[in-house]
């Protein structure tokens, strides 16, 4: 503190120390506090909070930021200001990992029959699951040689329902993510499913994948890959928290991560913005508990 000379030089010349105090409007208390070197009660506050910050951030393999780690204090029980957390960790040297620019893969097949878009940029969550899915491919460098990996995401609620990871991208690897996706939710027919242009997505085999599952295939625009945003953005989040921070040596300790970030982290424990700060777990959940209530 600025004042603390001025006090002790007031006090060793014989003067209030209280009277000096009420100058700078603090209390006696906290002069003599400080002169001993006890810190403060919000001095100690900061300290419990950074260890529960520090524990946080280290859960999420360093990839949370101040937002999600704000909201996640909150949820265990500890009440604090988000400006507070952001200085907290700027002052600790924490910082999430920020998004890259996406980068398009999609090679389209000029003969395939064209779909429309049934999703036109909706993508925000609702409380209807398993109507609304999107996929997409993605390639990693592994020392083998490339891997790609294709997704299935519930729009819903953000959960992975679906993926595979193969050596190719050849029309059988979105067909075998999209049946784990029917094996592990088995949708009503009806459900869109949504992806970009790429020859995969618009083959014969997988428009008949599709129509003997009952499934109505949606597609975007060429060369517009906002319009299949959500999918895009699940590849640049798994890559920033998990595939760009260590070489990969093979495609099976590849495949073995991927499956724990997704089934150990990315749907079970994440927190989604667009969620409201809930996993897809946890929204999934709120979901089936509102669709109980009105069905009572």
Not at 190 to 210: E, M, V, W
């Amino acid at each position: 503190m600025k004042m603390d000379p001025f006090i002790e030089a007031e006090e060793a010349a014989g003067h209030s120390v209280n009277h000096c105090c009420e100058l700078f409007e603090v209390s006696r208390a906290a002069y003599y506090q400080r002169r001993r070197g006890v810190p403060s009660a919000r001095e100690l506050g900061d300290a419990e909070l950074i260890e529960q910050i520090t524990t946080i951030h280290s859960e999420s393999d360093g990839t949370y930021g101040s937002p999600r780690v704000h909201k996640e204090l909150v949820k265990r029980g500890t009440p604090c200001g988000r400006r507070r957390v952001r200085r907290l960790m700027r002052g600790a040297g924490l910082e999430g990992r920020c998004k890259k620019r996406f980068r398009t893969t999609t090679v389209a097949d000029p003969a395939a029959e064209t779909a429309k878009d049934l999703i036109q940029r909706h993508f925000g969550p609702c409380d209807e699951l398993d109507r609304r899915y999107v996929g997409d491919i993605t390639y990693i460098s592994t020392w083998e040689g490339w891997a790609y990996l294709a997704t299935v995401i519930d729009l819903a609620s953000r959960r992975i329902v679906g993926w595979a990871l193969r050596e190719h991208m050849r029309t059988d690897l979105v067909e075998e993510a999209l049946k784990r996706a029917f094996s592990s939710r088995r949708p009503a027919k009806g459900l869109i499913f949504h992806s970009d242009r790429g020859c995969q997505y618009t083959s014969g085999d997988y428009a008949k994948l599709a129509r003997d599952n009952g499934v109505v295939l949606s597609v975007g625009r060429t060369g517009q890959c906002w319009d299949n945003a959500v999918a895009e953005s699940f590849f640049a989040t798994i890559k920033r928290e998990l595939i760009d921070t260590r070489a990969w040596p093979t495609r099976a300790g590849l495949r073995t991560a991927i499956f724990g970030y997704i089934e150990g982290w990315y749907n079970t424990r994440r927190l989604h913005s667009s969620l409201g700060y809930c996993s897809p777990d946890e929204y999934e959940a709120l979901i089936n508990y509102n669709a109980g209530r009105q069905a009572a």
